[in-house]
């Protein structure tokens, strides 16, 4: 298989617990994001990658997060004291730098609930 | 900042039927792609259609095909001969590319039913 995967795909954690997020992307992609979707809503920019290079990052990554891409491949999202409105789905996906109208392709999420 | 609202939280079809899902966005910008993203249940989000903002004419793709307003930034998509496979979430999504990123600007979704 060859499309976006995310590990794990459901984790309930108790509040103040740190978790941690793995997102695989397509291997020829050079680019990476995260997304934060709440309940009922779309999903939320929070930062991305150009290989190793975190890019941007939105203003609802607090300092409580922070996202790693170490070699160009795969990307970790950790929350650290995690808090209830932290529930959430967590989308990675990646594209491939060149072609402004290149797509991106999205993983299944990883849900996360903080009891 | 971009914004894009989709005002319709709900939509309901037979199979067979043709339905238009609405989608609106507000940005200053004149260089952007708009999106329509399909989210089926418990599974991972792919790409409907796209549209270049600098291009006239509407984007098509078999089923599916838009109505694009420039002026009146409105932004719809339409699905002919709606399917049972078509049930899902649909966000209208609005990027500003910025060397190809793929940074995402999403609606609030719109969750089509098909009944059979």
């Known amino acids: 298989d060859t499309g976006v995967s995310q590990d794990p795909r459901h984790k309930i954690t108790k509040r103040g617990q740190n978790v941690t997020f793995r997102c695989d992307p397509i291997s020829e992609h050079n680019r990476l994001y995260w997304y934060r979707q709440t309940l009922g809503q779309g999903p939320e920019f929070l930062t991305y990658f150009q290989n190793e290079a975190q890019l941007e990052k939105s203003r609802l990554l607090s300092d409580r997060f922070s996202a790693e891409r170490p070699k160009g491949s795969f990307s970790t999202l950790e929350i650290q004291r995690t808090e209830q409105g932290d529930s959430a789905m967590y989308l990675c996906a990646s594209s491939n730098y060149g072609a402004i109208d290149t797509e991106a392709f999205f993983g299944q999420g990883t849900r996360l609930t903080v009891v | 900042a971009q914004t894009v609202t989709q005002s319709q939280p709900e939509m309901s079809v037979q199979e067979a039927e043709t339905v238009t899902l609405s989608c609106t966005y507000d940005?200053?910008?004149?260089?952007?792609?708009l999106f329509w993203y399909k989210q089926p249940p418990s599974r991972q989000m792919i790409l409907v259609i796209r549209q270049e903002a600098y291009k006239q004419q509407n984007a098509t793709e078999n089923r599916f095909s838009v109505n694009f307003q420039k002026a009146a930034k409105s932004f719809s998509l339409k699905i002919s001969d709606s399917q049972l496979g078509d049930t899902a979430m649909y966000f209208c999504?609005?990027?500003?590319?910025?060397?190809?990123?793929?940074?995402?600007?999403f609606g609030q979704g719109t969750r089509l039913t098909i009944n059979p």
């Open positions: 940005t200053s910008e004149s260089n952007y792609y």
């Open positions: 999504a609005f990027m500003k590319p910025i060397q190809g990123a793929q940074k995402l600007v």
